[in-house]
Structures are given as structure tokens and as C-alpha cells.
């Protein structure tokens, strides 16, 4: 077996503002704990998984970049080969990839996002990649069903049960081409089409259900000259993604011959009916028609045209991307709940994760689908449900934590009673401190005997 | 508004018809006409379906194909030329009583589109169960059980299901955008699970397409086809003839009807998640109860049937069936004609082939090898070759060296020596002299080729048109003895020409042919005419020309193809990317690309404040003296137009209300000064300060004199619920009663919200008179005490800032209140509620009922005071307050003498 041709690229983000107040200088985003890992390691574990050990983790931001770079070199020493690069902050991510594109050598690029969690090996995309001599293929998993088992909060809205519709994709009737996409907040009345795409392929299938996971294998060489000829595109999921699926028909990408060069032989069946051939012919085929100017201009569009391909994952697959507090919650349940294979932990006959360094003072429960990390003691009388628990909190008694997720060094004091909140690493909470769908920042001080309610606390 | 009664025809079948058996058998609408332009000159003698396909008339094509499908009653619908196909009929073996089904013929000469023909059919009130609707030059030999099968389980459980279309999979040419038939690329989209269509469009915009993100509300999933062909079969139910009864204004099939429905449908879709399903649901249940009564017909006198209509429309779904083996299409211009003849050679829609005895009329054909079919008495000259795919006729004579190929020959036709025939349609009696070269033509009926003549691809002689020797009659060219109707009429699709419509004055009306390019002379050069030509040149316009060769009998030039070809290849990226360049991100916002859609159907008037404004001015025309009844239809035709829901209509209708009445005082000086004292209009009329009086009054005064208008549409705001209310009282009193209360109050509410709405954003100075204008309304019935206690209640919730005009209408929603559970009841709990409530404000509520006093006007004057304590109105408050005391004492005595009180 030859090693697949792949560079991997984790466009790892830096301090991104919609997930403040959990992030800071000290935490970015890659660094963020899931079921106690940085979500970075879901990342590097399943690239390892699939023998990708060759990676450039970019990260915005110099003290970010080093912060990730200490902890990755400190994880991963023996096991992959990283490269950490520091792009400046608020470039983009086709900004990101324009600054590093110049160390890229391999035939093709794999990009992934850094807060992708998920159980799909890259290596399918990668071999579907391959397979179709794509110019981009893109992983498509089914949306997640947002803010599920928050209990109570949404309880009365109706509306608010309607799936979130990440994505509006066209697809090919086989399924295997990427004919459209729009992110499905940014439409705001017309779903708006190519005609010219759907004619070549005559049938278009318009999914809502399905999410852009952000991870894309590329051409490098057609990667490089975009990034090299549209200065202007700042990111690749609303520039670079769009061009070549808008131009797919017309390409300008691949006529400097070397993309073409491998593609002309193997074409599928769905290809040719892309090269509208097939017109003319389906009601009865009649000899009357003359379709020879016909295959002749074909051959010219031939060349013109590149290939944007998708894998679905598979419905019982895990995906989720950590782009909001909401996914951050979500995942942490997910990721020692339903989808637990991803933690890499072993569970208890409760279902639940205890580390044999924690203690729990008498008559305190921790239900299933909790973890509870190493030297995080609980008091008496203490319940915890459906959530995570960091390493070395002090809890006291009498505290119910329910569906929240608690990071490391956080004091707890008797009393409280935490429900679907984040509670960042060395906060500290008083006496009687209620929150409910709150997030606190790190470091911050509760003070006792207060009520917060769907609040975001943090130090000024 | 064409439903004038057909004149004769099948009021006798009616009538026969009147015993309802338990099964009833398959019914069939034929529609002999075909509405359009396209087959001009020749329709001009002759009814399309009359005209020979493959030696045999059309319609012949569709009865047999409703025969196999086991139709058992057909109604033929004549419109052009109607004696001609009732003649034909009468001899036809269809009409004997050996057929297997039963043909009726449907005549009115009003009809002027498929909408038309079917509301006649509706008055002829025959249809009684499913039927197929069918033109009558539609080819098929599909099995219909399966799709009749279907479309009869969907109605069983969705009755909304009103029609499945039969479609089947024909890929457009990506070059001319148009399918093999020559009709124009469809795009549909489907449900892939129930097959529902969800979006038709014919008229593809040329690069974007756009498609409604409501599309994707309800489902995830929908599959875009621009390579399904529409086959013109549809299966329908019997509401369908009433929708086209409802309205009148449908007149294309697809166009209007199947868009209209799927417009509505979709509006639909929105208005589901406004309102809860379970009213939906009875809404639809009384519907169909309204149906089952057969009130609609006792609706239409009355005004309120337009609405209930318009709610009927909404949430009919359309269903497709795909077939994938068998044939269907319709004839619908030269090309397909064309092509149908050829599939009809090839044997595509079999057991429909030439040597089949299935039609009447069909002569012995036999069939040779290379699919050339003769009949058995052709003279046919040794040397003659007869190539691939021809058909010959009985009777006729074939020259030495005469080469025909992938042609149909007529009967009884003469054709010479060395005559060069290649895809053209020869009908019946044609003469065609020695060496004359025919490329693509159709030519019909006794027509008669001098020697020499050569007709170029795409040439259409007419009935007996003659053309002298050696003339070369130039490609495309129609020639007809008609002479061409000057004005075509192009809004009103006819097919057959009104005798008495003006005529081109052609230079060469001596019976010649003239030349197209009217540079020939009147005297005919015998070089171009020919001696004995007979025939006028049909001119086309020069737009037309341009698009000749879509629907001509000839295929596609091969230079137009690569012409074509290079448009598309270059067309790409011009219109997207150079825009999108310049943008640094975010290109896939919609807004960023420059190609707005424009579907071209009607205005498109998009945003709601045109709508407003549209309507106000509807309304301003009702002032000027036009009937209330054809404001209602105005504006109902405007709320369709725009996608508006029926409390857009009354909140704008009400807001025009609003304006009128206070036009007149804005237009004084002091009218700041109204803004700050109209809350007291109403008792100051007779005050000194008259401007103040005036704002009250107009406003009243406008609401009385639309109040029925307003009415109409605050009763029939979102799902028409109300109008059910007030039809109910006259015909129904007990059923459904309590479906009503449920609705109305729902509906009612939303009115009152949308009120509220005016007052705080459109029109301030409406505010302080929120609640006067909410009494009156509830005086003059517009709103009943549920709504306004409901919308009370509801408002209870709600942020302070919201609650103003809650607060400011209390004492009258006190009075309601106390209405509905007993003076006293209201009396003990009001006494509870003075201590935390407004001490002032309770006591005099009670007051002034014991008074007796229950006009809801007055007594509301004494609520303005407290109600204006809210903090956004300081400025008065110090006048209030004064005015509360004495307003309380003028209770007694009536608005007149009360207002002479004030006096300052």
C-alpha cells in the first residue's frame, strides 16, 4: 500500500467571539475541553485513525498558536508530525490557507476544522476524493437536531422545534456531485440556482437536511491558484466553496491542463450526463435526430468543466462542529452520552466515568452520562446528571449539577444548584448560587446566594 | 367572467344523468381546441385535432386512447370549428352504438382558453367523479389504472388532492432549451416521497433560478426536474371544474391554474405555522361540508362568496405520476407534430400504429421492412424509392425516380417523376408535379405543387394553396388562401379566426403568392409567384422569426446549433462572477447578485408598503363613488397578487380609514393640538375647538360608512374563519358551532393585534384614540366581546410597553366583562379588585352602571383619563385628570349634553 498522497490542514481558529465567554487569551477555541480533551484532540485522533499523520495545525493569533503548539507537543510528541502555524487574526480561512499555501506539495489537501468532532474517517473522503478526481470533495453529514432534551426552556415554543436548516445543497441525482449550496440563514426568500447546472444534470436534488462539516479535500494546484487569483476571497466556505461549484461548468480552474490530465478516461456514467449528451433521447430515441455538433462541442466543454463531489455520511455517524455555546453543551452530552465510542474513555457498569482519584462525600449520586475527572471531590449529598465535571473542583453539599458542563479548579460551595450551564476553569461559586442556562467566564467570582438565569458571566 | 350557458349540447345528457349509480364510471373532458395560435394558417380551415397525424385524425388518437383506458363517458368540449368536429364525430364509429363509451359534445364559441371550456363543463354540472382531462391532441398509450389508483388513495385521505399530473422523463436540449416536442424546458419540483409537486415554472428565467425557501419549510428534501415533460394528462377531481369556477380569471391550465394553486399552497405552508392545525382542520371540515350542501352556487350571490373562495383555494395539492415505459405527449406545435409522427412510425406508441385496426377510419396498411408502410392500391413506379420510416397511402400514384423518405403520404395524392421528398407531411389529395423538392414540409389537403417547385425546411402549405412553377417558397414560410388577421390578438389565444377580422392588405390579393419580402410588386413576376399560384405568404413579425426554427417541422439548423453552442459556452460567468469579484465575502448572499427574477406574471409588487399603498388608493377610488362590492373584489384580487393575507387587507384598509379621517384636521393649523387633545373628541364635538370634534367624527364617520367593508375583511381576516361565522347564521345555525366560536376568536384576536400595530408604528396620532375606535368598532359588530376578551387576556403576559392600549381600553373591556358573567358578578369582583387597582377608575366603572348608563361609548370617555396615566402621555395628564371628575358626571346625560358641558 502507498501512502495516500495527502497533506492534512487543521484550520484550528484562534479566539472566536461567538464562543465567549468560554474562550479567553489563556483557552482558544482548539483548546476548549470535550469530556475533558481539548476538542483539537477529536481531530488529531481521528486523522491519526485514518494513518494522516503528516499535519499543519494553523491557529489565529500568536499566544494562541503557542498555546496550542505547547499542548500538542506535549499530546502528540511521539505520535504524529504537526507543524503549528500563527496566521494573523481575522484573516479568514482561505486567508489562513493562503499563508501556508506555499508549504503545500502534495497532489491533494485535506482541510479540516479544528472543532469538528466526528467518528467519519477522512480517509472516505479522501478515496472519494480520488476516486472521481474531484477538485473538491466536501464531507455532507445530516444536521443535528439542536438544543435537544433541554428540557423546560423551549418547552412552550413550538416553533423552535423545527430542525435548524444549516444548509441548502443540491445534489446529483446519484448523489455524488455537489451542484449547489447555500448556507440556509443567508437565504433569505429565493433559493437561487444556475440553470446551466441543473440542465446538465436535468434532475437536482435540494436537501436541507444536510451540513457542511467542514472538511474539504482539494486539488492543491487548484486550491494555490485560487488563493493566488482571488485575493478577495476571504473564506472557504462562502468564497471558495461557491466558486467552484458555481463554475464547475466552466471551469477556469483546470485549463492550465493539469487538472484535466488524469480525468479525461475515467469518467462515470452521471459525468457524461453531465456533458449533456444524453438530450434528445428520452421519450423514444429517433433516428431522426442529428446529435453530432452536439457530441463534438462536448468534448470542447469537456475541458472546461471540473468535478465538486460530496460524501454523505452515513446517518448513524457522529458529527458535530463546536461553532456555538449551544454545540458546545450539545457535544459534551453527546460525547459522553450518545455518542461515547468518541471519548475514547471506558464507562462504568453505570454508565457513567469517575476517576478513581475523585471522592464523593456521602449519599452524593452521579447519575449516568456523567464524568467526573481526576481530583474533583464532590460533598455530601451532592447530585450530578448528564454532565462533566474537570479536574480538581471542589464541590461541596447539597450541590445538584444537571446537564452542565464544569471545567477544571472550579470551587463549588454548598448549596448550589447548576443546570444547563458552562462553567468555565477557576470560577468560583458562593453559597446558594443558582444558575440556570448561564455561562461563566473563567476565573469569575458568583457571589453567594445569587440567581442567574440565562446570563453570560464573566470578568470585565 | 365568461360563464355564460353554452347554448346547446349536452343539457339533455344531463338531465339523463340524474340517477346517481353507486359506481360511478370514468369520466373524460376532451378538449377539441387547443387555444393557442400555433397551428395558424392551417387551423384557420380546420380544428387541430382534426388534422391528420400519421393519415389519422388526432382526436381519433386520443379517443382510442380513452377507450383503452376505459373511460365509459367522455364530453367533448367544441369551441373553434365545433360543427366540423361535431360532424365528424357524428360519423365516427365512436358515435355508433357498438363504442364502448359514451361521447358527449360540449359547444360555446365564448370559450376563449382551457379555463373557459372547464367552467362550462362546470354548468353543465355532468362531471360527478374523477375525470380525466385531456386535450384532444394528446398521444398516449399509457396505462392509467395505476395512476387513477393512486390519485383515488390520495384522496382518500387528503381530499385536498385535488389532480395528479401525468409527466414522464424527457431531457430538454441544453443548447435550445427546449424538449424534442419543442415545447419549452419545464422545471418542477417534486416531493420525492408523496410525489406532491411543489413548484412548476415554463418560463424558466434564462440563468437563476429562483425557487421559494418556503419550499424547504416543511420539507427537507425536494428533487428539481428540468428533465420531466409535462404530458398533458391530468386526472382530476371534480373541485377542479369549481376552482376554475371560483376563479375566473384562470384561464391557462398551467399557467394559472397549476401555479395558482401551488402559489397558494404555498402561502399555505406560512399560514400553518401562524395558526394552529387543529383549527385548520375544521376549517377544511366545513369546508367540505359547504360542498357537500351545494351552497357554493347560493354563495356566489352574495358577496362573502369570494373570500370563502379564496380560503377554498389554499392548500389543494397537485400530484405527479411518472410513467417511464409507455408514450404520452401532446401535439403542441409543428416540431411535435413532427416528432410524434415519426414515434408513431417507429412504433413508440403502440398498439396506436399505422397497421393496427384500431381507428374506424384505418385503412389496410402493411408494413415493410425499414418501417416503410403502403397501402395496398399505391402506383408506385419501379424506379420510385420509398426510403426508411414513410408512410403512403391508399390511392396514391408515385412517379419514375422519385425518392421519399421519412415522410407520411396522404391518400389519394399524385406525385410526379424525380420529385425529392425527404420529412415532410403530405396530406391527403395533394398534387405534386414532376421534379419538385420537398425538405420538411408539411402540406396539407389538396394542394397542388406546379413542376419545379421547391419548398424549403420548414415550409407549411395550407389547404389548397397552389404554387406556380419553379417557385422556391423560402424556409419557414407559411402560405395559406387565408389571408392572414392583421391584429393577432395575442392575449386571447384563438384558434380559429373571426370571419370578419381585418386583413392584410396584401399587395398580390389577385389569388397569387406573394413574396414575404414586401418588396414584390403587385404585378407578380411570374419569376417569384409563378403563373398559377394560389395563396397568401403569411408574414411574420420580426420577433417571431428569430424563434421560427424552435417550433418549426424542420430540425434545428445545424448553424443555429453551433451558434448556439457558442453562446452557451461563452455565457457563463459574465452576469455572476464579475459582481461577485468585487465582493470579499459572503457572495452567497442573494442579494449580492445582480439578476433580479422576474417571473413576468403580473406586477409583482413584493413589499408591503406598496401593498398599503395600493390599497389605500383602491380605497380612495371607493370614495370617489365606486361600489363597495368592486372595492372587495379590488383588493381581493390585489391581496392575490401580492401574496397578502386578509389582515394585510384590513390593516391596510383600516389604515386608509384612519388617514381619511385624519386628513381633515391635519390639514388645519393647530393640529399638534389634536394629536394632544383628540382623546376627548369624541365629548368636544360641540366644543369651541371644532378641529379637535373633527378628528373623532371623521373617523367614526369613515368607520360607518365602510363598516361594512371593513367588516368584510376584518371578518375574513387570515383563513376566511368569520366568514364561516356569518354564512353559518344563515344557513347552519347549530352544526359546527363551536368550531366557529374556536375560530373566530383566533382570527378576531390577530385583528385586534394588527390594530394595535397600526397605532403604535403607522399612525401615532391614531393612539390615544385606540380604545373610542375599539368600542365603536365593537358597537358597530365589527368585533364580538369574545375577541376583544380574549385579546385582553392574552395581552396579560405581556411587557408593559405593550400593554398600553390593554390599559387604555380596561374600562371597556371591564364593561365587556361584566356583559358576558353578570353585573353582578362584576360588582363583587370589582370591589375586590379596587384596592390594588385604580381606586378612581373602578368606582366609576361601577358608577356609571348603576347609572344604568351601558352606552360603551360614553362610558368609555371617563376611562381615558386613567388610561392616558401611562407614562408616555405626561403631557396631558394634568388635563385628564381635571376631566376625569366631571367626565364622570356627565355620564349620565349622553354624549350631546355631556360635550355641552365642556365648554371651557
Known sequence: MTRMDFEVVVLAGGASSNLSPLVSQELPKALLPVANRPVLSYVLELLEGSNLKDLIVVVEGEDAAQLVGGWISGAYADRLHVEVAAVPEGVGTAGALRSISSYLTANDVLIVSGDLVTDVPPGAIAATHRRHGAVVTTLLCSSPVSGPSDSGTSGGKEKAKKPVRHNIIGLDPTRQYLLHMATGAEVEKDIRLQKRILQAVGQMEIRADLMDAHLYAFKRTVLQDILDQKDKFQSIRQDILPYLIRTQLSSEVSRNGLVSSESGSNKSAVQDDLRWLSQHREIAPSTFQDSQPLSLKSQRDDQRSHKCCVYIANESKYCARLNSIQAFSDINRDVIGEASHLSGYSFSAQNNIIHPSAELGSKTTVGPQCMLAEGSKLGDKCSVKRSVIGRHCRIGSNVKIVNSVVMNHVTIDDGCSIQGSVICSNVQLQERVVLKDCQVGAGYIVTSGSEHKSESLARK | ?904
Open chain 2, 1 to 904: 367572467m365568461a360563464q355564460k350557458k353554452g347554448q346547446r349540447g349536452a343539457t339533455s345528457v344531463a338531465a339523463d344523468d340524474s340517477e346517481v349509480v353507486a359506481r360511478i364510471p370514468l369520466q373524460a373532458v376532451l378538449l377539441a381546441d387547443s387555444f393557442n395560435l400555433k397551428f395558424r394558417p392551417i387551423t384557420l380551415e380546420r380544428p387541430k385535432v382534426l388534422l391528420p397525424l400519421v393519415n389519422v385524425p388526432m382526436i381519433e388518437y386520443t379517443l382510442a386512447w380513452l377507450d383503452s383506458v376505459g373511460v365509459e363517458e367522455v364530453f367533448v368540449f367544441c369551441c373553434s370549428h365545433s360543427q366540423q368536429v361535431k360532424d365528424y364525430l357524428k360519423e365516427s364509429e365512436w358515435m355508433k352504438p357498438s363504442s364502448r363509451f359514451s361521447i358527449t359534445t360540449v359547444e360555446s364559441h365564448d370559450a376563449i382558453s382551457a379555463g373557459d371550456a372547464l367552467r362550462v363543463i362546470y354548468e353543465k354540472s355532468v362531471i360527478r367523479g374523477d375525470f380525466v382531462l385531456i386535450s384532444g391532441d394528446t398521444i398516449s398509450n399509457m396505462n392509467l389504472t395505476q395512476a387513477l389508483q393512486e390519485h383515488k388513495e390520495r384522496r382518500k385521505k387528503d381530499p385536498l388532492a385535488v389532480m395528479t399530473m401525468i409527466i414522464k422523463h424527457s431531457k430538454p436540449s441544453n443548447l435550445t432549451h427546449q424538449t424534442r416536442l419543442g415545447t419549452d424546458e419545464l422545471l418542477m419540483a417534486i416531493d420525492p416521497q408523496t410525489k406532491e409537486l411543489m413548484f412548476y415554472e415554463d418560463k424558466v428565467n434564462p440563468s437563476i433560478i429562483s425557487i421559494d425557501k418556503e419550499l424547504l419549510a416543511n420539507n427537507t428534501w425536494v428533487y428539481l426536474h428540468n428533465n420531466k415533460q409535462d404530458c398533458y394528462i391530468d386526472i382530476c377531481s371534480p373541485e377542479v371544474l369549481s376552482l376554475f369556477m371560483d376563479n375566473f380569471d384562470y384561464q391557462h391550465l398551467r399557467r394559472h391554474f397549476v401555479k395558482g394553486l401551488l402559489v397558494d399552497d404555498m402561502k399555505d405552508h406560512l399560514i400553518d405555522s401562524l395558526t394552529s392545525s387543529d383549527v385548520r382542520y375544521k376549517l377544511h371540515k366545513i369546508c367540505a361540508f359547504y360542498i357537500e350542501l351545494g351552497l357554493l352556487a347560493v354563495l356566489i350571490q352574495s358577496h362573502l362568496a369570494l373570500p370563502v373562495f379564496m380560503y377554498m383555494i389554499m392548500g389543494y395539492k397537485i400530484f405527479t405520476h411518472e410513467i417511464h415505459s409507455s408514450y404520452a405527449a401532446r401535439i403542441d406545435n409543428f416540431r411535435s407534430y413532427g416528432t410524434i409522427s415519426k414515434d408513431i412510425l417507429q412504433r413508440w406508441a403502440y398498439p396506436l400504429v399505422p397497421n393496427f385496426q384500431y381507428f374506424g377510419i384505418s385503412s389496410k396498411v402493411k408494413l415493410d421492412r425499414q418501417g416503410v408502410y403502403s397501402a395496398p392500391d399505391v402506383v408506385q413506379s419501379r424506379s420510385a424509392r420509398i426510403g426508411a420510416t414513410t408512410l403512403i397511402g391508399s390511392g396514391t400514384t408515385i412517379g419514375n425516380h422519385t425518392g421519399i423518405s421519412n415522410s407520411v403520404v396522404g391518400r389519394g395524392c399524385t406525385i410526379g417523376n424525380n420529385v425529392c421528398i425527404d420529412g415532410c407531411y403530405i396530406w391527403d389529395n395533394v398534387i405534386i408535379e414532376d421534379g419538385c423538392r420537398l425538405n420538411h414540409a408539411i402540406v396539407c389537403d389538396g394542394v397542388h405543387l406546379s413542376a419545379g417547385v421547391v419548398l424549403e425546411s420548414g415550409v407549411i402549405l395550407s389547404f389548397k394553396v397552389e404554387v406556380g412553377r419553379l417557385i422556391t417558397i423560402p424556409a419557414y414560410s407559411k402560405v395559406s388562401l387565408r389571408p392572414q388577421p392583421s391584429v393577432q390578438d395575442s392575449d386571447e389565444e384563438l384558434e380559429y379566426a373571426d370571419a370578419s377580422s381585418a386583413v392584410i392588405e396584401s399587395p398580390s390579393i389577385t389569388s397569387m403568392v406573394s413574396n414575404r419580402n414586401a418588396e414584390s410588386s403587385p404585378d407578380y413576376s411570374a419569376h417569384e409567384v409563378g403563373i398559377s399560384g394560389v395563396g397568401y405568404i403569411w408574414s411574420t413579425n420580426e420577433g417571431e422569426h428569430e424563434e421560427e426554427w424552435r417550433h418549426s417541422i424542420a430540425p434545428i439548423p445545424e448553424a443555429k446549433l453551433t451558434e448556439l453552442s457558442h453562446a452557451y459556452l461563452e455565457e457563463p460567468d459574465v452576469p455572476y462572477l464579475d459582481v461577485n469579484d468585487f465582493l470579499v465575502s459572503g457572495e452567497m448572499k442573494p442579494d449580492s447578485e445582480s439578476i433580479s427574477f422576474d417571473d413576468g406574471d403580473g406586477g409583482d409588487y413584493g413589499d408591503s408598503a406598496d401593498f398599503d399603498k395600493e390599497v389605500e388608493a383602491t380605497f380612495h377610488r371607493a370614495l370617489t363613488g365606486v361600489n363597495q362590492e368592486t372595492v372587495i373584489l379590488e383588493i381581493n384580487s390585489l391581496r392575490l397578487s401580492c401574496n397578502k393575507s386578509h389582515a394585510d387587507c384590513a390593516g391596510a384598509l383600516f389604515f386608509s380609514m384612519m388617514e381619511l379621517g385624519l386628513e381633515a384636521p391635519r390639514s388645519s393649523n393647530n393640529w399638534l393640538l389634536v394629536i394632544k387633545l383628540d382623546m376627548y373628541g369624541m365629548t368636544m364635538t360641540t366644543m369651541g375647538l371644532t378641529v379637535i370634534g373633527e378628528l373623532y367624527q371623521n373617523i367614526a364617520k369613515e368607520i360607518n360608512k365602510w363598516k361594512d367593508l371593513l367588516k368584510h375583511y376584518l371578518k375574513s381576516v387570515d383563513e376566511e374563519a368569520s366568514i364561516y361565522v356569518v354564512s353559518f347564521r344563515f344557513y347552519e345555525p347549530y352544526i359546527y358551532q363551536l368550531e366557529m366560536c374556536i375560530c373566530y376568536i383566533q382570527f378576531a384576536i390577530e385583528v385586534i393585534l394588527k390594530f394595535e400595530e397600526i397605532c403604535l408604528e403607522t399612525a401615532t396620532e391614531l393612539a390615544p384614540l385606540f380604545s373610542i375606535i375599539l368600542s365603536y368598532l365593537y358597537e358597530k359588530d365589527i368585533l364580538s366581546e369574545d375577541a376583544i376578551l380574549s385579546w385582553a387576556s392574552e395581552k396579560e403576559g405581556a411587557d408593559e410597553s405593550d400593554k398600553i392600549f390593554v390599559k387604555q381600553s380596561e374600562s371597556f373591556i371591564t364593561i365587556l366583562h361584566m356583559k358576558l358573567i353578570g353585573p353582578q358578578n362584576w360588582l363583587k369582583e370589582a370591589s375586590e379588585e379596587e384596592d390594588e387597582d385604580n381606586g378612581d377608575e373602578a368606582s366609576m366603572m361601577r358608577g356609571s352602571f348603576c347609572a344604568g348608563h351601558t352606552h360603551v361609548g360614553c362610558t368609555f370617555l371617563s376611562r381615558f383619563a386613567a388610561g392616558s396615566s401611562s407614562p408616555d402621555m405626561d403631557a396631558t395628564f394634568a388635563v385628564d385628570y381635571g376631566l376625569d371628575g366631571r367626565g364622570g358626571l356627565g355620564l349620565c346625560s349622553g354624549d350631546d349634553g355631556l360635550a355641552a358641558r365642556f365648554v371651557p
